[in-house]
């Protein structure tokens, strides 16, 4: 009969982000991520929006209290369950999805908002633009290769955009804001890439492109 290891087991994605959760790491996040604030002249009115590992809903909360209704997806139950809590608290229309992201699938031109912020799968990049009605609006951010390169931060390179790799993923949509470097972010500073573009062939209006962020590294 084969002796179980003694050694301790690595812990999974799900695990870890339950974990911080629990902890409270992140469950009190409250403000949408700043990419989001600067999309506001481009969202819709109405219609449905898709949040991408959603975490604690932060996201997902501030879309559906201007009106869009919202699929939250994220790896974390316990992430899922802060968003849920909130959401009711609030008499918010956002629906939690539990869902590994690598084996997500989506209906078709379904959202006239996507939402991805700091989550970075490369293979979910064309379900992400099959996902956008025509028209629809994506909001992207993530960490850059200046996190690594610049900041000396310690995340996995694979885990990080390379210089211009946001923009050469979505050639097809129309870019709106496209904006890569150092951020000054209330936690410090950090290497990101953010977009914010649409996808062609709707009549959503033209607004006049925001102010550049403060502290933007471009």
């Known amino acids: 009969m084969r002796e179980k290891s003694s050694r301790p ?3 999974g994605p799900r695990a870890r982000w339950d974990a911080r959760y629990r902890e409270g790491d992140w469950a009190d996040v409250h403000e949408p991520a700043e990419v989001l604030l600067r999309a506001q002249p481009w969202l819709p009115a109405e219609g449905l929006a898709l949040d991408l590992a959603c975490g604690a809903g932060r996201n ?10 919202v699929v939250a997806v994220d790896l974390s139950i316990e992430g899922l369950r802060l968003t849920s809590r909130r959401a009711r608290d609030r008499g918010l229309p956002v629906w939690p999805v539990h869902a590994d992201l690598e084996r997500f699938a989506v209906r078709t031109g379904g959202f006239q908002v996507v939402v991805d912020v700091r989550f970075l799968l490369r293979s979910a990049f064309d379900l992400i633009v099959d996902a956008l009605a025509p028209g629809g609006l994506l909001v992207f951010e993530t960490f850059s290769v200046d996190e690594i390169d610049v900041l000396g931060g310690d995340i996995r390179r694979e885990y990080a955009l390379e210089r211009g790799e946001l923009r050469r993923a979505f050639p097809d949509l129309e870019v709106l804001v496209h904006e890569e470097g150092v951020f000054r972010r209330p936690e410090g500073e950090r290497g990101l890439a953010r977009l914010i573009a649409r996808k062609r062939g709707g009549a959503a209006p033209r607004a006049p492109a925001p102010a550049p962020a403060p502290g933007a590294g471009v």
């Open 60 to 69: 997902a909360l501030f879309l559906a209290e201007r009106g869009l209704p």
């Open 9 to 11: 087991q690595k812990a």
